[in-house]
């Protein structure tokens, strides 16, 4: 008989409150309640102790009263925040690397770097696939460059090539893709006039231009504050936004006079901010044209056994240097001023990324996990930022940066009724990244329940099998009603 009870009672646990007073009307009853944890929201700067009821995708009850739910998710001791945004992430249609971020707290990872100009196609293959993450792209300028034959790196395009670019890249926006993204010091030869086209064309379709701005002693310019400067005149010329990438790597030796010029920019209406990522090198192929003779002047001065091998691990040196640039590589450089990346961190219009992905066990640490570096280390051992800081800079902040090109942003990075359910759950006391140099490989520890779109994907720390409730991010004409 007792058994019977009991199996009677068992359905309704979900409708009692935790704190044992009548639950509320059976209307109002969701799908999932995380109850009981610290909700941190830099959109409102809401930091106390609240239940958030989630009905569907989307949180309808954010309160000190009871909720009733069919789950409940018990948070008591732990912060509830927005999902993280992942603004510079190099993301792929197959769920590894996407359990990466998913560990690591984000449920929004956007290729703002810059994708193929097939964009239909490449929203396609993460939908065949089914994502754990929300995912979206920019077209790249070198991929537009190459779509039109301007295949000589070191070479501005012709009029024909940079007239066929335009068509490119308005194209490839139309489709969907979210921004264009520039990695200049990749193609060197890129004229003046050609980045301003591109800018044009973002300016126009309201989109945003991603730029990883040239690094001093490639083909233009002679120091760093002249590149920097380029994103910001071309900004100010065509009227788009514009953001300056990794900008702890980017602006090396010149950190304080390029936030003074990105804050000067703002004052005089200049749409620019910046991102990094915080850690101390950085990563690419070492085939490409930033190790062209004077990369070490470049990096500010560095050597060769300050470049690793990503596959090994192995140190180069001089003959090494020059046999896997000609083989082609993945590397990391070591080369970035603790006290610069720390200067641009702590800069109110500086927001934070990976720019890093893990694909078949290797990368550089930042892929696995960026975010709870900046939580773990960063801010709970360090002290250099609050958590609301912190947290400002992965969600709030980057999701606004999208807003305008796709407007369903605006329901995420941040928790308030109607907003999507992206919602990461985490121990302040215990998280931290634990991918190093040599073993990035690493899942982040301290994320306990991570929700995309009202869909549990980590459950105490662990993966739920079979879900892929991700959703496309779009341009606003190519994506459906937020």
């Not at 610290?38 to 954010?62: E, F």
């Not at 936004?241 to 030796?253: E, N, W």
């Not at 899942?443 to 306990?448: N, R």
């Amino acid at each position: 008989m007792l058994r019977t009870r009991l199996s009677q009672l068992l359905p309704l646990a979900g409708l009692i409150s935790i704190c044992g007073v009548s639950p509320l009307a059976a209307q109002d009853r969701g799908d999932i309640a995380v109850v009981g944890g610290r909700v941190v929201d830099p959109a409102s700067g809401t930091d106390r102790v609240q239940n958030v009821l989630i009905r569907g995708d989307r949180i309808v009850a954010i309160t000190n009263e009871p909720v009733t739910a069919n789950r409940v998710i018990d948070a008591s001791g732990l912060v509830v925040a927005p999902g993280f945004v992942d603004v510079l992430a190099r993301i792929r249609p197959d769920q590894e690397p996407q359990r990466y971020k998913i560990k690591d707290g984000a449920t929004t990872v956007v290729s703002m770097h810059g994708g193929p100009v097939d964009i239909p196609g490449w929203y396609a293959a993460f939908q065949a696939e089914g994502s754990l993450v929300n995912y979206g792209t920019t077209v790249g300028h070198p991929d537009i460059r190459e779509a039109a034959a301007a295949t000589d790196l070191y070479a501005p395009a012709s009029r024909p090539q940079l007239a066929r670019m335009r068509e490119i890249a308005a194209q490839a926006i139309e489709s969907g893709a979210v921004g264009i993204g520039f990695g200049i010091n990749y193609t060197p030869g890129a004229s003046y006039e050609e980045i301003i086209a591109m800018f044009d064309v973002a300016a126009q379709h309201d989109v945003p231009a991603h730029v990883h701005s040239r690094y001093k002693g490639s083909v233009f310019p002679e120091t760093i504050v002249q590149s920097v400067q380029e994103v910001i005149a071309a900004a100010a010329i065509t009227g788009a936004s514009a953001q300056v990438v990794h900008l702890a790597s980017s602006a090396i030796g010149s950190m304080d006079v390029s936030l003074e010029m990105i804050e000067g920019a703002r004052r005089n209406g200049i749409d620019v901010m910046a991102d990094i990522h915080p850690y101390l090198a950085n990563s690419t192929r070492l085939e490409s044209a930033l190790y062209d003779p004077g990369w070490q002047e470049r990096f500010g001065g560095v050597t060769y056994d300050s470049i690793m091998l990503v596959e090994s691990g192995e140190r180069l040196n001089e003959e090494t240097f020059h046999y896997w640039r000609e083989q082609g590589a993945t590397i990391i450089t070591f080369f970035i001023p603790k006290q610069e990346m720390l200067m641009a961190l702590k800069h109110p219009f500086v927001m934070v990324a990976s720019d890093g992905v893990i694909v078949d066990g290797l990368g550089h640490p930042r892929g696995a996990g960026t975010f709870a570096h900046l939580l773990g280390q960063l801010t709970r051992e360090e002290g250099h930022l609050t958590l609301m800081e912190a947290l400002r800079k992965i969600t709030v902040m980057p999701a606004q940066r999208l807003e305008r090109a796709v407007p369903s942003m605006r329901y995420r990075g941040r928790l308030s009724v109607g907003a999507y359910a992206d919602i990461t759950v985490f121990d302040p006391n215990t998280i931290i990244d634990r991918a190093t140099y040599l073993d990035s490989a690493q899942y982040s520890e301290g994320v306990h329940y991570v929700l995309v779109n009202g869909t549990v994907v980590l459950d105490r720390g662990e993966f739920v099998q079979g879900v892929a409730p991700g959703q496309a991010v779009r341009r606003a004409s190519s994506e459906g009603r937020p």
